[in-house]
């Protein structure tokens, strides 16, 4: 009986390769969620020092042309919080979605492992089977040269 060969290897080996590929596009989705959450923690820090400047600055008085420039600029804030939060949101549907793939890939791959696994045991089986069917004969060869005594 010949040597264990998986007739489906290329395609496990294929698999593995995807599976690492897909590995190494989770981590650079997180990274860039990490990122993202990041620049979005500084903008909101950032709205946190606008509004006490705001609070610190302003007198009895109100100067007009100084709220229009705080007000512009807490708006132009807000704009970029929000655009942030979308990418956020964006950055974590990828991670999501790369992350599915990621369980798809691995799901595909233990599969192949399973049916790699159940093939060499029915080859040991196999292997196993003719080596009995061998040692059998080796027995029953040498019974049948034994001189036989007569019976009296």
């Known amino acids: 009986m010949g040597k264990f060969?998986?007739?489906?290897?290329?395609?496990?080996?294929a698999k593995?390769?995807?599976?690492?590929?897909?590995?190494?596009?989770?981590?650079v989705a997180e990274r860039t969620l990490e990122?993202?959450?990041?620049?979005?923690s500084d903008l909101h820090d950032l709205e946190e020092e606008c509004r006490?400047?705001?609070?610190?600055?302003?007198?009895?008085?109100?100067?007009?042309?100084?709220?229009?420039?705080?007000r512009a600029r807490f708006d132009?804030?807000?704009?970029?919080?929000?655009?942030?939060?979308?990418?956020?949101e964006h950055s974590r549907r990828r991670v999501t979605r790369e992350r599915d793939e990621l369980v798809e890939c691995s799901k595909e791959r233990r599969t192949l492992e399973k049916l790699k696994e159940r093939n060499f045991v029915e080859h040991m089986r196999e292997w196993l089977r003719s080596e009995q069917k061998e040692t059998d004969?080796?027995?029953?060869d040498s019974y049948l040269r034994k001189p036989k005594k007569e019976l009296c």
């Open 52 to 70: 006490r400047a705001m609070l610190r600055e302003r007198t009895g008085r109100i100067d007009i042309a100084w709220e229009e420039v705080h």
């Open 76 to 88: 132009r804030l807000m704009r970029d919080i929000c655009r942030q939060i979308e990418a956020v």
């Open 137 to 140: 004969e080796i027995g029953r």
């Open 16 to 27: 593995q390769c995807i599976e690492d590929r897909k590995k190494q596009d989770l981590a």
């Open 35 to 40: 990122r993202e959450e990041r620049a979005l």
């Open 5 to 13: 060969r998986f007739r489906l290897e290329k395609v496990m080996t």
